[in-house]
């Protein structure tokens, strides 16, 4: 249960990866053909530095998701992954609230399901 509880853990923080280089390095771009119904196409330029920063935070997440992989105290590692996990869940449930339902699927659904199965692998 553990291995396909880090293989979802790193399917995560992949995509969040893949969110930070979206976000920062191809807003006008990729952006647009993900976010083509959320805003309107004459927006993506002006928001070039918001997004970028939105990415940052992406990759923070990520981060966090990655290091719980490098720590050695199985507690402690386990405290890391809930909360990376949680951050990342309350932000796909605001993101699927405030800009697409589509969020919740990507983002917060994969982020519930293993913060679910964390708190399963630890009750065993």
């Known amino acids: 249960m553990e291995i396909v509880l880090n293989i979802l853990i790193g399917i995560i923080a992949l995509e969040h990866l893949y969110i930070l280089y979206m976000e920062m390095f191809a807003w006008e771009t990729l952006g647009k053909k993900t976010f083509r119904k959320a805003l309107p196409e004459n927006m993506f330029k002006p928001t070039k530095g918001l997004a970028a920063n939105q990415g940052l935070y992406n990759g923070f997440l990520a981060a966090g998701l990655i290091w719980t992989f490098f720590i050695k105290d199985p507690v402690w590692s386990t ?25 919740f699927v990507v983002q917060a659904l994969p982020a519930i399901i293993a913060l679910l199965l964390q708190l399963f692998v630890v009750s065993i």
């Open 79 to 103: 405290n890391v992954a809930i909360f990376f996990l949680s951050c990342v869940a309350i932000a796909g449930v605001y993101g699927a609230w405030s800009a697409s339902k589509k969020i």
